[in-house]
């Protein structure tokens, strides 16, 4: 795996988490370095990932991940990178730490829509990092930026990569 990594063909994903939170789950989570090399692994183009809505999420998650990473990279004070999930399930698919004091989270859903429920993991983090939480999106294959409210948005994951 430490070969895997070196090369950039796995990104290895640590959680995030705080002394005080004993029930969350600090194993790290593991991407495959290039959405495209994973796709031609399995064999599998475009019309063939968008019927298999199954594979197409993580793919979705991964690509983000980097794109949100490569991003990252320009900034002059670096972003750590994490992942959030505790034992009741509550989970966060990227968490973005700048200046171990601001957290932001991404959760990734191949959807057209957003529901409250997409929000349950951003939620939890919110509590968990208290004031150190900025704000919470819900990136998706939808529209429409919406604001739910209290540092909560859904936005399309076309954001990414176009300017507004």
């Known amino acids: 795996m430490t070969l895997l990594e070196r090369v950039f063909l796995l990104d290895r994903l640590p959680s995030w988490h705080t002394n005080q939170m004993s029930r969350l789950v600090k194993r790290a989570k593991l991407h495959i370095g290039d959405t495209g ?3 031609a692994l399995l064999g599998l183009d475009a019309a063939q990932l968008d019927a298999d809505r199954a594979t197409f ?3 979705l998650e991964t690509f983000v991940l980097q794109e949100l990473k490569r991003q990252a990279s320009g900034q002059a004070d670096p972003v750590a990178f994490h992942h959030f999930r505790d034992r009741d ?3 966060v698919d990227i968490v973005l730490e700048k200046d171990g004091a601001r957290l ?3 959760e990734v859903k191949a959807a057209a829509s957003v529901s409250e429920r997409d929000l349950r993991g951003l939620r939890k983090l919110r509590a968990v990092a208290g004031n150190r939480f900025v704000a919470g999106v819900v990136l ?3 529209e429409a930026t919406i604001d739910f409210g209290d540092r909560l948005f859904a936005v399309p994951v076309r954001a990414l990569w176009e300017t507004a």
Do not use: K, R
């Open 37 to 39: 090399v994973a796709c």
């Open 57 to 59: 999420g993580p793919m």
């Open 89 to 91: 399930d509550f989970e």
């Open 104 to 106: 932001a989270g991404v």
């Open 140 to 142: 998706y294959d939808g």
